[in-house]
């Protein structure tokens, strides 16, 4: 991969919830605007605005599973300045919204311990 487009990923991943733009990005790797974004979407097959929303909610996705955050702080800290956009872009990514997100991986791993403790009481029996 273009080293110049790595160098673009790995600061977008370090900081996803600065409102990152095109010209922005280029300049970081002293491109134009138009050659970065055709550079990006090769490298990537991805535009950098699409790579961006994917980091940002792949980010929310594991602060869902794995904070007490609400979802209106978790979309503040990965950068999301809209819940409407927020809750619509999740939901296409991942199918739910981000509530309901949160209840189904908070009901499958309750349903995990309950597992994980009624197995180890059967083992113990025998």
Known sequence: MDRRIELVIARI????????????????????????????????GKGPAQFLREVRLRKAEKMLRTTF????????QVG???????VRDFRKQYGVTP???????????KRRKR????SSTALGKQ
Do not use: G, I
Request: net charge positive; proline share 5%.
């Open 13 to 44: 991943k370090s900081e996803p919830v600065v409102a990152w733009d095109t010209p922005t990005l280029a300049a970081l790797v002293n491109l134009s605007p138009s050659r970065f974004r055709h550079l990006f979407k090769k490298e990537t």
């Open 99 to 109: 509530t309901d997100y949160r209840r189904t991986v908070a009901r499958n791993s």
């Open 80 to 86: 999301f300045t809209s819940s409407a956009h927020f």
């Open 115 to 118: 597992r994980k403790k009624r």
């Open 69 to 76: 955050l609400t979802v209106k702080q978790v979309l503040k």
